[in-house]
């Protein structure tokens, strides 16, 4: 199975191997990340995005390909983000993907980009068992979710407004790190006093595994604006730590109170803030103490890939649960 990820800045391209009811195997991949175009702009354009997506989606097709040492008629079902994202970026992965599976007459499956990171972890040696809580934490989404199986997703609760990745990337921005600013953020603070400042932990004692991070941006921007033009690099850092604490401490909570409610003893946790190694080093801690099992997907496979998007598409296809290819064309769902 060939899977397409084009939803925001980064093209992706994938190769997994279904045989019967073992786990599937990736056999290949290839990221082409355009953070370094977007950078000067201080966030994606959407446009130069949906160009680049177009420049690098064949090149990085043929280098799966030729990893993999198949060649396309080897190919027997060809996945693509079909959502959410950036219409034009999505558009590019989509049509080359239901364009590829109409030259191949093979099945073009559309795929939700939220379940790809969702499943991710099924590409890492130790894959989790069904059921689990999961915390999905990207720069667009934040949300809980009570998972039976592939497909069955319970969304327990979510950001009322910024997402986990969005409070990082915003608030690096106040404090001038470059976009994206989560592992920039990340970095800082490591010199950091996570105490020196007090920030809001919105929502932390809501009783639900809701999330609400605009106000911490808020605060951030309050702080950034005390400490001047030209704050020492030790403020700064002391700042970026007790962001990273503020954000890091609610999903912490928010995550133990979805295990606590479901009765759950495993934990999934995927997308781009699932890097965070204060988050990891946290939720290992409490879990630890609670005999909560905690998977992530590897570290490179936390940000936006093929590989997750291609897995998705072979777990759903071994449960039977592919859609039959629709010959009337193809959407995309940008929301
Ligand atoms: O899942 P992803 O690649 O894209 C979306 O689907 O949104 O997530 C990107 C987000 C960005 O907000 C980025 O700053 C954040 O993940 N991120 C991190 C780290 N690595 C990536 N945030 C905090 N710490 C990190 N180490
Ligand atoms: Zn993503």
Do not use: W
């Not at 592992?183 to 004692?205: V, W």
């Not at 001047?228 to 909570?253: H, M, N, Y």
């Not at 995550?255 to 999934?268: E, Q």
Request: glycine letters at 10%.
């Amino acid at each position: 199975m060939l899977g397409f990820e084009s939803s925001c800045d980064e093209t992706g391209v994938a190769l997994v191997e279904v045989s019967g009811d073992a786990p599937p195997r990736l056999l290949a991949q290839a990221l082409h990340s355009q953070i370094a175009m977007h950078q000067a702009y201080g966030g994606v354009v959407p446009e130069l995005a949906s160009r680049d997506h177009v420049r690098r989606v064949l090149p990085l097709t043929r280098e799966v390909l030729g990893q993999a040492g198949l060649s396309l008629q080897d190919v027997d079902l060809i996945a693509y983000t079909q959502g959410p994202g950036l219409a034009g970026a999505l558009l590019v992965g989509a049509g080359v993907a239901v364009s590829l599976s109409a030259a191949l007459d093979v099945p073009a499956l559309p795929i939700h980009h939220l379940e790809g990171h969702l499943l991710s972890p099924f590409l890492s040696a130790d894959p989790p068992e069904f059921p689990f809580v999961a915390l999905l934490v990207s720069g667009g989404h934040t949300q809980l979710m009570r998972v039976e199986g592939v497909g069955r997703y319970d969304i327990l609760g979510e950001t009322i407004d910024d997402a986990a990745g969005e409070a990082f990337d915003k608030s690096a921005k106040l404090l001038g790190l470059p976009y994206p600013g989560g592992p920039h953020l990340a970095r800082l603070a490591a010199f950091g006093n996570p105490q020196a400042f007090e920030l809001p932990r919105p929502l932390l004692h809501s009783g639900k595994p809701d999330f609400s991070f605009a106000g911490l941006k808020t605060a951030v921007l309050t702080q950034v604006k005390k400490i001047g033009d030209s704050p020492c690099e030790q403020t700064r850092a002391d700042l970026a730590a007790s962001t990273q604490a503020a954000i890091v401490e609610v999903l912490v909570k928010k995550s133990l109170l979805a295990l606590k409610t479901t009765g759950m003893k495993r934990l999934v946790v995927a997308g781009g803030v699932g890097a965070n190694a204060l988050l990891r080093e946290q939720l290992n801690a409490a879990c630890a103490r609670r005999g909560v099992r905690v998977h992530y997907p590897e570290l490179q496979l936390c940000t936006d890939n093929g590989a997750m998007i291609a897995m998705a598409a072979a777990l759903r296809v071994q449960r039977g649960m592919a859609r039959p290819r629709d010959d009337g064309g193809f959407e995309v769902r940008p929301r």
